[in-house]
C-alpha cells in the first residue's frame, strides 16, 4: 500500500518486566515481541516504519539495525499523542495514511490489519480504530459512540465516570488515520488527563467535533490485541502461540503425543507423518522432514532433519543438517554446522561439532568429533577422539571413504587417513595413513610371570 505509512510505538520502559532488556526485545516463543508486530504489517507494504524509542533506545536501534527502518527518540516519554508530535517529520509530509501499532501487541494479524485499513479507506474515514470488547474492561479505554454507532470520543479508565465505565467496548491503541486530519489535530492535544500527558486518544475526539469522520472495527478475538505488560502476560501469550502452533502441526499430519510438554517455535517446519514425544524443543528456523521420530528430551535448534531421521532420547541438535534415513542418539550432541550423511549412525554419548560425515558412517558411542572431514562408509570405534585443538588454533582430520578406527583411539589433527586404511584399537595417531594400510601406534605390551601373585603375597606378609 504505496499511500500507507507505519509507525510503532515502542518507548515504553516496561517497568514491571524488572528487566535491563528492553521489552519489546523480550522475546515469545523464540521471537522479539517486536518481530511478531514487524511480520504482521510487512504484507500490507507500507511505504515507510518509524519506530518511536525512548528507554534503552540503543539497545533497540542495535537489535533491528538490519531492518529498512527510521528510528525517532522520545525524550522524555509525555505520552502517545507526544510521539505522535516527535516524530512529525517522519509523517506530516506524507500523504495518505497512517497507520499506528504498538510493539507489545505480538499476536496482531496481517488480516485484522488489513481490514482495519481497507475500512478506514473505503468509508474515507479521518480515523478508524480497532476496539475489542471484553468481559472486564477494567484499566482500558472506552469506546463512546454515538447514536448511529459512528465514535465521538476515548475515555480511558481512570478519567470516566461510572456510566462510561460500564462500557466493554474498549480501544486497543491501534489507529489508522488519514495524515491530512491528523496533521489538523496532533498540535491541539492537551495534558488535561489524570496522567499529565498528551493521549492520542483525544484525536479522536477532536476529529468528531470538527464533523469528521471516525468509525471503530471490533476485533473479534481479544488475545490478538493483548499488549505484554509483565512476564506473567508474556507468559500467557507464551502458551497461546504454541498451542497454536501445535494446532497447525497436528492438522497437517503431525503427531504429537503430549502438546502439554512439547514446545515448537512458530517459525519451525514439519513435515506429515513426523512424530514428535514430550518434552520436545524445536527452535529457531528448524525444518523436519516427513517420517521423523523426535523422541523425548530432545532439543533441536536451527537444524535440518531431512526425511526419515530418527533422534532418540535426550539429544541437543544445533546448526546441523541431518540427511534422510539417519538415526541419532541417545545422549548425542551435534553442533556448529555439522552434517550427517544419509543412514548414517549417531550413537549415545557421541559429540560432533563443525564436521562433515559421509552416508552409511557409524559413530556409535563415546565419540568427540570436532573439525573432522570424514567419508562413506566409515566406523568410528569406540572412544575415539580426533585431538582438533593445538593450544592455538583448530585444525582438520580427514578421513576417507571406507576407513576402519579402532576404538579408543586419539587421531592428532591435522592429519589424514586415506581410503581404506585400517587403525588399530588403542591408538594415538600422529601421521597421515596411506591407502589401505594398517596403522598402529601404542606402547609394546610386556607380560611378568606370577608378578601379581608375589605382589599380593608381599601384601599379605605386611
Same mark, same amino acid.
Given at each position: 500500500m504505496n499511500d500507507l505509512s507505519l509507525i510503532i510505538l515502542a518507548a515504553g520502559k516496561g517497568t514491571r518486566f524488572k528487566s535491563a532488556l528492553p521489552k519489546v526485545l523480550h522475546p515469545l516463543a523464540g521471537r522479539p515481541l517486536i518481530q511478531y508486530v514487524l511480520e504482521a504489517a510487512d504484507p500490507l507494504e507500507p511505504a515507510g516504519i518509524c519506530l518511536i524509542i525512548g528507554h534503552q533506545s540503543e539497545q533497540i536501534r542495535q537489535a533491528l539495525s #538490519?531492518?529498512?527502518?527510521?528510528?525517532?527518540?522520545?525524550?522524555? !516519554?509525555?505520552?502517545?499523542?507526544?510521539?505522535?508530535?516527535?516524530?512529525? @517529520?517522519?509523517?506530516?509530509?506524507?500523504?495518505g495514511n497512517l497507520l499506528i501499532l504498538y510493539g507489545d501487541v505480538p499476536l496482531i494479524s496481517t488480516q485484522t490489519l488489513r481490514k482495519l485499513v481497507e475500512t478506514h479507506v473505503a468509508n474515507r474515514c479521518s480515523a478508524t480504530l480497532l476496539?475489542?470488547?471484553?468481559?472486564?474492561?477494567?484499566?482500558?479505554?472506552?469506546?463512546?459512540?454515538?447514536?448511529? *454507532?459512528?465514535?465521538?470520543s476515548i475515555?480511558?479508565?481512570?478519567?470516566?465516570? &461510572?456510566?462510561?465505565?460500564?462500557?466493554?467496548?474498549?480501544?486497543?491503541?491501534?489507529y489508522c488515520f488519514e495524515i491530512a486530519s491528523l496533521r489538523n489535530v496532533i498540535d491541539r492535544l492537551t495534558t488535561a488527563n489524570s496522567q499529565g500527558e498528551f493521549y492520542l486518544t483525544d484525536c479522536i475526539s477532536?476529529?468528531?467535533?470538527? #464533523?469528521? =469522520?471516525? @468509525?471503530?472495527?471490533?476485533?473479534?478475538? &481479544?488475545?490478538?490485541?493483548? *499488549?505484554?505488560?509483565? =512476564?506473567?502476560?508474556?507468559?500467557?501469550? @507464551? !502458551?497461546?502461540? =504454541?498451542?497454536?502452533?501445535? !494446532?497447525?502441526?497436528? !492438522?497437517?499430519?503431525?503427531?504429537?503425543?503430549?502438546?502439554?510438554?512439547?514446545?515448537?517455535?512458530?517459525?519451525?517446519?514439519?513435515?506429515?507423518?513426523?512424530?514428535?514425544?514430550?518434552?520436545?524443543?524445536?527452535?529457531?528456523?528448524?525444518?523436519?522432514?516427513?517420517?521423523?521420530?523426535?523422541?523425548?528430551?530432545?532439543?533441536?535448534?536451527?537444524s535440518i532433519l531431512e526425511n526419515g531421521v530418527?533422534?532418540?532420547? #535426550?539429544?541437543?541438535?544445533?546448526?546441523?543438517?541431518?540427511?534422510?534415513?539417519?538415526?541419532?542418539?541417545?545422549?548425542?550432541?551435534?553442533?556448529?554446522h555439522t552434517v550427517i550423511g544419509e543412514n548414517c549412525r549417531i550413537g549415545n554419548f557421541v559429540e560432533i561439532k563443525k564436521s562433515v560425515l559421509g552416508n552409511e558412517t557409524k559413530a556409535a558411542h563415546l565419540s568427540?568429533?570436532?573439525?573432522?572431514?570424514? *567419508?562413506?562408509?566409515?566406523n568410528i570405534g569406540a572412544g575415539t577422539i580426533t585431538c582438533n585443538y593445538d593450544g592455538v588454533e583448530k585444525n582438520k582430520t580427514i578421513i576417507d571413504d571406507n576407513v576402519f578406527v579402532g576404538s579408543d583411539s586419539q587421531l592428532i589433527a591435522p592429519l589424514r587417513v586415506h581410503r581404506g586404511a585400517y587403525i588399530a584399537a588403542g591408538s594415538t595417531i600422529q601421521q597421515d595413513v596411506p591407502e589401505d594400510a594398517l596403522a598402529i601406534a601404542r606402547a609394546h605390551q610386556v607380560n611378568k610371570a606370577d608378578w601379581a601373585k608375589k605382589k599380593r603375597s608381599t601384601k599379605a606378609k605386611e
Open positions: #538490519s531492518l529498512e527502518l527510521e528510528f525517532v527518540l522520545q525524550e522524555p !516519554q509525555l505520552g502517545t499523542g507526544h510521539a505522535l508530535q516527535v516524530s512529525r @517529520e517522519f509523517w506530516e509530509k506524507r500523504a476496539s475489542t470488547v471484553l468481559a472486564d474492561a477494567t484499566g482500558y479505554g472506552r469506546i463512546i459512540r454515538d447514536s448511529g *454507532g459512528s465514535v465521538t475515555v480511558e479508565h481512570r478519567d470516566a465516570d &461510572p456510566q462510561q465505565r460500564q462500557i466493554r467496548e474498549i480501544n486497543t491503541g491501534i477532536l476529529l468528531h467535533r470538527d #464533523s469528521k =469522520r471516525v @468509525e471503530a472495527i471490533v476485533c473479534a478475538d &481479544p488475545a490478538e490485541v493483548a *499488549g505484554v505488560n509483565s =512476564r506473567s502476560e508474556l507468559s500467557e501469550l @507464551e !502458551q497461546i502461540v =504454541r498451542a497454536r502452533k501445535l !494446532q497447525d502441526l497436528m !492438522q497437517n499430519g503431525v503427531t504429537v503425543i503430549d502438546p502439554a510438554s512439547t514446545f515448537v517455535d512458530p517459525s519451525v517446519q514439519v513435515g506429515c507423518d513426523t512424530t514428535i514425544y514430550p518434552n520436545v524443543y524445536l527452535q529457531k528456523d528448524s525444518v523436519i522432514g516427513e517420517s521423523c521420530q523426535i523422541f523425548p528430551n530432545v532439543r533441536i535448534v536451527n530418527v533422534v532418540l532420547d #535426550s539429544c541437543l541438535i544445533s546448526e546441523t543438517h541431518i540427511r534422510a534415513g539417519s538415526q541419532v542418539g541417545p545422549f548425542a550432541h551435534l553442533k556448529n568427540y568429533l570436532g573439525d573432522a572431514e570424514i *567419508g562413506k562408509r566409515v
